[in-house]
T-cell receptor
Framework: GENVEQHPSTLSVQEGDSAVIKCTYSDSASNYFPWYKQELGKRPQLIIDIRSNVGEKKDQRIAVTLNKTAKHFSLHITETQPEDSAVYFCAARNPADGLTFGKGTHLIIQP | GAVVSQHPSWVICKSGTSVKIECRSLDFQATTMFWYRQFPKQSLMLMATSNEGSKATYEQGVEKDKFLINHASLTLSTLTVTSAHPEDSSFYIC????????????FGPGTRLTVL
C-alpha cells in the first residue's frame, strides 16, 4: 500500500516569513495529492490539491509543487499570518483507494 | 455545497457496549464514503471505504466484525463500534466524494468516542 512521509513534524516561523512542508510517497500509481489544515478538535479542511498531470499549483499565498519522478510534493505558504497556525497534513491517493495521510506538521507562527 | 455531517459529535459509553455513528452528505449524493480514525496528536488513518449498496472494503488491521459499516443510501453511511473498549476511544471522521471518478473528499466534523 501507499506510504506517505511528512517533514518536519513541527515548524516554527516568524510572522511574514515563508513556510515549507515536504512529503514523499511510495506508490507510483498515486495521482492525487491534497493538503489539509486541521485545527484542534475540528475537521480537516482542504486548502489546496494537485493532480499528477500538473507540476505546480498556486492559490494566493499557498502553492504546491509535485515531482512525480522523485515522488515528492511540497506545500509553500508565503507571508505567514497567525491564523495559519494549525496542523497540516499531506495525503496521497491512488485511484482505487482512500487517502493515505502523512503524520502531520504542527505549524507555529511566531508574532 | 458539499457538506458532510456526523452524529453524534461526541459520545461516552461503557466498555462492552456498541456505538453507532452516522455520516450524512447533506447536499449531494455520495458515491463513496470513507471512515478514518484519529488518535490524539496523530494523523488520520483510513479504516474502510464504503460504496453505496455494497460491502465495505477494510484496511489491513481493521476488524470488520468490530467496526460494522453500512452504506444503505447515497446520503448515509453508518459505523458501528461493537463491544467497545477503552482502546477504541478516538476521533472518528468520515468523508465523502460526490461523483464517481472525482478525488476531492469532503470531511465530516468528526465524532469523539470515549469508552470508559
Amino acid at each position: 500500500g501507499e506510504n506517505v512521509e511528512q517533514h518536519p513534524s513541527t515548524l516554527s516561523v516568524q510572522e511574514g516569513d515563508s513556510a515549507v512542508i515536504k512529503c514523499t510517497y511510495s506508490d507510483s500509481a498515486s495521482n492525487y495529492f491534497p493538503w489539509y489544515k486541521q485545527e484542534l478538535g475540528k475537521r480537516p479542511q482542504l486548502i489546496i490539491d494537485i493532480r499528477s498531470n500538473v507540476g505546480e499549483k498556486k492559490d494566493q499565498r499557498i502553492a504546491v509543487t509535485l515531482n512525480k519522478t522523485a515522488k515528492h510534493f511540497s506545500l509553500h505558504i508565503t507571508e505567514t499570518q497567525p491564523e495559519d497556525s494549525a496542523v497540516y497534513f499531506c495525503a496521497a491517493r491512488n485511484p482505487a483507494d482512500g487517502l493515505t495521510f502523512g503524520k502531520g506538521t504542527h505549524l507555529i507562527i511566531q508574532p | 455545497g458539499a457538506v458532510v455531517s456526523q452524529h453524534p459529535s461526541w459520545v461516552i459509553c461503557k466498555s462492552g457496549t456498541s456505538v453507532k455513528i452516522e455520516c450524512r452528505s447533506l447536499d449531494f449524493q455520495a458515491t463513496t464514503m470513507f471512515w478514518y480514525r484519529q488518535f490524539p496528536k496523530q494523523s488520520l488513518m483510513l479504516m474502510a471505504t464504503s460504496n453505496e449498496g455494497s460491502k465495505a472494503t477494510y484496511e489491513q488491521g481493521v476488524e470488520k466484525d468490530k467496526f460494522l459499516i453500512n452504506h444503505a443510501s447515497l446520503t448515509l453511511s453508518t459505523l458501528t463500534v461493537t463491544s467497545a473498549h477503552p482502546e477504541d476511544s478516538s476521533f472518528y471522521i468520515c468523508s465523502a466524494t460526490h461523483r464517481v471518478g472525482t478525488d476531492t473528499q469532503y470531511f465530516g466534523p468528526g465524532t469523539r468516542l470515549t469508552v470508559l
